[in-house]
């Protein structure tokens, strides 16, 4: 994998299937490095929910950059997922489902110059997507395909 080149990887993240370049690996250094309030108190809701209902371990599920492994991108099913915000989203819950390890990386983000973030309302669409993509998973996971785990093969799955 190319992560090497961009960050010094310890032996776990280097066979992740996703790789997080997150903000929140202190729970207060986002807050630190001067991110709002309100999307903060966002992000740490839209990561517990999905961390929660996906049962993964990461922080922050919605960070800004991704590492995607060959692997991953031979694994999951785009052919359902949306062609927009939620596509992230999306393929977050399908890694899981294909017992794909998910692993956050540490970085710093610098929110005092001119950025791009999600606002408020597109906020609370994720929100509803988010909890659309956890009841899928669930159902998923007792066989009960819908959505973007309808035509994910049984062959991924360990």
Known sequence: ???QQY???DKDLRW?????WATAHDLLQPLRDRMDLA????NIFLSTNGRIGLGLPARD????FRGYSRTFVETIDITNTSQNYFFSCEIIAQAPFCNLKICPAPVHCDYKQEHTSM?????GA???HTCRNI?????ARLNMRHGIFKLLSKTHLS
Request: glycine share 10%.
């Open 1 to 3: 994998m190319i992560f």
């Open 7 to 9: 960050l010094p990887l």
């Open 16 to 20: 992740a299937a996703i790789l997080f």
């Open 39 to 42: 999307r903060y108190s966002g």
């Open 61 to 64: 599920l919605f960070p800004g």
């Open 119 to 123: 606002n408020l309302p597109k906020g």
């Open 126 to 128: 994720v929100l509803l």
């Open 135 to 139: 009841l899928q998973y669930r159902l």
